[in-house]
């Protein structure tokens, strides 16, 4: 460690790379069904999707895709660490849910955040996730023991009880939720607080969190009251015609300072888009991805945009899906150094080379790289 940079140091998506956590196929499971989740088998609607641990073939398959990239980044010279074994076939029971089996530890970025020196461990929105941090709590400990200016905060965890979830929201025609769409109205109630980590974007001094299935209005002041005091502009924003939002990185993809790559499916919601053309942004919209949604795997529950799931090393460099060549030639002609690895078997369990992270540390401070913005805080 040198003298004066903290072990937990992250302030956006794109400073040169120095540790980061890589997840992990070990005891995988699938998916349960439950309030907050409907996982069906993509194109064969009615067949039951599968329960309990995933085959040993398919574990293989992703853990091997998820330590070339280990390879990948040591050879950057990033020190990578992973999460601890944890049985995921074991079912929960707390006073409020049961639910028959856990999920996987694939994707970090989804319970995990470095918020500067800080490191935020989410609420969760899901039942089979509520316990998703323990794979990590040996590796934050290390870090909090390491340096007494490492911060650390658990966020409450809602009672994810039958009444937190709108059940119904499964069974609504399109037609409705086309018209629900704009009152952003998902699985999960306002009554709780509710975020998963991937919902969030940082920009240095901005953070962005996206409103979806898995975070409601009130995760979203949770952190607000939370980060504000700590120099933070927390953004709302939304993807009104994405009718089932979950995790901002498939979406809205900052790459550097100055550039976001953008959905082209996902606009932003009108109006949302000033703060970035204000202060000079530039929003470059993904090509369309090599797989289709129906080509997506069986048991794959996101969509095609995996595709634009990539991971920045430094301003300068990014690591893309090796089968992407539409976003890397893209990424190329804007300047970038394009890394690639096969990834694909690792989209199953939900994520692509952003999700299956959790940044640690980068070098870089906190900058405002917003600075001609309207923004009226909390209190
Ligand atoms: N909901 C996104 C999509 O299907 C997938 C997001 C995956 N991101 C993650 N951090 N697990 O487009």
Request: glycine share 4%.
């Amino acid at each position: 460690m040198q003298n004066d940079s903290v072990v937990v140091n992250s302030w956006n998506e794109w400073d040169p790379l120095e540790e980061m956590v890589v997840g992990s196929a070990d005891n995988a499971c699938f998916e349960p069904t439950e309030p907050g989740s409907r996982p069906a088998v993509r194109d064969s609607p009615g067949m039951p999707f599968p329960t309990g641990p995933k085959s040993k073939e398919a574990i293989d398959l992703a853990n091997e895709e998820l330590d070339g990239l280990v390879r990948l980044l040591q050879s950057q010279g990033v020190t990578v660490r992973r999460p601890a074994p944890h049985d995921f076939s074991r079912p929960l029971t707390t006073p409020d849910f049961e639910v028959e089996n856990q999920y996987c530890s694939v994707c970090p970025r989804d319970v995990m955040i470095t918020l500067g020196n800080e490191i935020v461990e989410a609420t969760m929105s899901r039942r089979a996730r509520y316990f998703e941090y323990q794979p990590y709590r040996k590796l934050v400990y290390e870090y909090w023991n390491a340096d007494p200016r490492v911060r650390w905060t658990t966020a409450p965890k809602p009672s994810m009880a039958d009444g937190m979830y709108r059940e119904e929201f499964w069974d609504w025609p399109l037609e409705q939720r086309h018209e629900r769409m704009h009152a952003f109205e998902f699985c999960v109630t306002q009554d709780e607080v509710v975020f998963d980590a991937a919902d969030m974007s940082r920009l240095g001094r901005d953070v962005l969190v996206q409103e979806s299935m898995t975070t409601n209005r009130a995760g979203i002041r949770w952190l607000k009251q939370h980060l504000e005091p700590r120099g933070f502009r927390v953004h709302t924003v939304h993807f009104p015609l994405d009718f089932f939002p979950s995790h901002i990185d498939c979406t809205f993809v900052p790459l550097r300072p100055g550039l976001i790559l953008t959905n082209p499916e996902r606009p932003l919601r009108e109006g949302e888009e000033k703060m970035f053309l204000a202060n000079d942004w530039e929003l470059v919209d993904a090509p369309q991805p090599v797989l289709t949604n129906d080509e997506m795997p069986q048991y794959c529950q996101s969509s095609k945009w995996l595709s634009m799931n990539v991971l920045s090393i430094s301003p300068t460099k990014v690591v893309c899906e090796e089968n992407e060549k539409p976003l890397q030639d893209l990424l190329s002609g804007l300047g970038f150094e394009v890394f690639t690895v096969p990834f694909r078997h690792v989209f199953e369990y939900g994520g692509s080379l952003h999700c299956a992270t959790w940044d640690v540390r980068r070098t870089g401070t906190r900058e405002d790289y917003f600075p001609r913005l309207d923004y009226t805080p909390l209190v």
